[in-house]
């Protein structure tokens, strides 16, 4: 089957993809397909983990030990996934901010 046509230009992740996305075939080969769902989500390194361990080692210092989960989440996705502080816009930021509710510091 995965000799045919259909599938001779796709490399293995398109491949992959297909069986574990596409209807027909989870009825057709419902085992193939749910291999298929398990190797996608398998990392293919550690390097992500242990970005995440160094961000959290970084945040968390002694004088910061007693935050709560959430603040330590959000700061860690913050410092993982967001804007580089260089291409921050602050100006901005503070505009959304002070205009979100009376405020008694004017900005």
Known sequence: MLHGQAYKDLCPKQILL??????????????LANLAAVVLSIPVS????????????????????RMNRNTL????ILSLEG?????FDFEKCADIWASKKKRIIDI
């Open 46 to 65: 550690t390097a992500e983990c242990e970005s995440g361990f160094s961000a959290a080692k970084q945040i968390k210092t002694c004088l910061r030990n």
């Open 18 to 31: 297909k069986l574990a996305t596409t209807p027909e075939l989870q009825k057709s080969v419902p085992n």
């Open 73 to 76: 989440n959000n700061l860690m």
């Open 83 to 87: 804007p580089d502080p260089i291409d």
